[in-house]
């Protein structure tokens, strides 16, 4: 079965609005959940590091104010899409390491359409 | 820094083998590999760690040059299913993330 979950799969929203999706471990607790965008054919591109009880680490060129990560437990982290606009429209996955074997397990990733 | 993945893009027939590079400037502390068919998040295929690991399952094999900084994976008679996109992703000591390649796009013919 998935060791991370990620909800919802699929989401289409209108310009404007935000969207949160939610990235939850399993089967062990995760204190640093990773979120990754990829756009069709390309790479997973790392957004931020997201750290249980501390703010999120951004990557360059990564908008804190417009992708929101919150971390509130050892199994769940979010990422709201704020104000979202047609360019923002891609496949956004999570990713997290167990700690003991360092193996990285991705959520089944969230595909948004913004019209 | 993106690790550089070799070739991008490979056309197979079913039976025959393939082998995809991955390489860095930067000094490895380990690299992961998976593969992700359309649509799907990736699947994680094998972790190698410092100090010059091989390791295999089944017909896909992996290997880590420290000295290099270079990861080779081994598809060895290779079946349909094998088809997708394949990723290496690096890390660093100390680090918990991971940075990607751009990726090889595997095609397996009948």
């Known amino acids: 079965g998935a060791v991370v979950s990620q909800h919802p799969s699929w989401v289409i929203c209108k310009s404007g609005t935000s969207v949160k999706i939610e990235c939850r471990s399993l089967d062990f607790q995760a204190t640093t959940m990773f979120w990754y965008r990829q756009f069709p054919k390309q790479s997973l591109m790392l957004m931020a590091t997201?750290?249980?009880?501390?703010?999120?680490?951004?990557e360059q060129g990564v908008e804190k104010d417009k992708f929101l990560i919150n971390h509130a437990s050892l199994t769940l982290s979010t990422l709201t899409v704020t104000s979202a606009h047609p360019e923002d429209s891609s496949f956004y996955i999570c990713?997290?390491?167990?700690?003991?074997?360092?193996?990285?397990?991705f959520g089944q990733g969230t595909r948004l359409t913004v019209v | 820094q993106q690790p550089v993945q070799s070739p991008q893009a490979v056309i197979l027939r079913e039976g025959e083998d393939a082998v995809i590079n991955c390489s860095s400037s930067k000094a490895l502390y380990s690299v992961h590999w998976y593969r992700q068919k359309h649509g799907e998040a990736p699947v994680f295929l094998m972790i190698l760690l410092k100090g010059g690991e091989q390791k295999g399952h089944d017909k896909i094999s992996a290997s880590f040059n420290e000295k290099k900084q270079q990861s080779s994976l081994y598809l060895t008679a290779s079946q349909l299913s094998y088809s997708g996109t394949y990723f290496c992703?690096?890390?660093?000591?100390?680090?918990?993330?991971?940075?990607f390649g751009q990726g090889t796009r595997l095609t397996i013919n009948p």
């Open positions: 992703g690096t890390g660093l000591q100390g680090a918990q993330k991971l940075v």
């Open positions: 990713s997290a390491r167990d700690p003991g074997q360092g193996k990285a397990f």
């Open positions: 997201s750290n249980e009880g501390s703010k999120a680490t951004y």
